[in-house]
């Protein structure tokens, strides 16, 4: 599974506050930190799958 970032910036129809900015700033920094970890569990459990069907086939 790769978690990727579609991209939606629609403009959105009015001003945000500043507290507004920032909660939504929160918010984008954990997804980012959300998506690095699933992204890096699935590559340590393709490696994991990887190794193990090497070491089977030896």
Same mark, same amino acid.
């Given at each position: 599974m790769n978690i990727i970032d579609h991209g *939606?910036? =629609? &403009?959105? &129809?009015? +001003?945000?506050? +500043?507290?507004?900015?920032?909660?939504?700033?929160?918010? !984008?920094?954990?997804?980012? +930190?959300?998506? %690095? %970890?699933?992204?890096?569990?699935?590559?340590?459990?393709?490696?994991?799958? =990887? +190794? *193990? !069907?090497?070491?089977?086939?030896?």
């Amino acid at each position: 599974m790769n978690i990727i970032d579609h991209g *939606h910036d =629609d &403009p959105i &129809p009015f +001003e945000l506050s +500043e507290s507004d900015r920032a909660i939504a700033d929160q918010c !984008k920094h954990a997804i980012a +930190e959300q998506r %690095y %970890y699933l992204n890096t569990r699935d590559r340590l459990q393709q490696r994991r799958r =990887d +190794e *193990h !069907k090497q070491g089977g086939a030896a």
